[in-house]
């Protein structure tokens, strides 16, 4: 956090890429913007807007638009935090919400976030004779690096999603 108190948008952050296979076919680009809102010495409220394209071969060729609040505070040197998001699926007219929650303390990180559909069932326009929605699940992560050797890391994801045919990966 910074010293004294800010607002209005101060310092937006982009990130994004395209990724293109054998250095020339399109197969996906994301790009993310962190907008930091009112801060002080302990605390942020930002928000976040994020963009995922991928082609046929990936996710069924589905965009996906996100938004989301987030809040962080600092407490005795533990860095905790709580969001909210709501997912688009854009070519398919799917959504889904989370809510998570974070911890953070020098070089270990720990999160987690719940998944719901806010779309009820629909004819899937990919695959014949299915219906489709967005999945409940979860996902939770740890993330640390050895003091002492602060170029050695490691990360532990699990995710749970529940239904028949639920595919994380992309196409099946």
Known sequence: MHAGRK???PEIIFRGGVNLEDGAK???SEFDMFIPGEETTSSLLFG???FRDHDSSSFDGRTYVNVG???RQEVNGWLLGVNTFLDADI???HLRGGIGGEVYKDSLAFSGNYY???TGWKTSAVHELHDERPAYGFDLRTKGTLPDFPWFSGEL???QYYGDNVYLLGNR
């Open 91 to 93: 070519r398919y007219s």
């Open 116 to 118: 719901f559909p806010l």
């Open 26 to 28: 399109y197969r996906s």
């Open 7 to 9: 607002s209005a948008f």
């Open 48 to 50: 976040q807007l994020g």
């Open 69 to 71: 609040v987030g809040y």
């Open 157 to 159: 994801t699990y995710e």
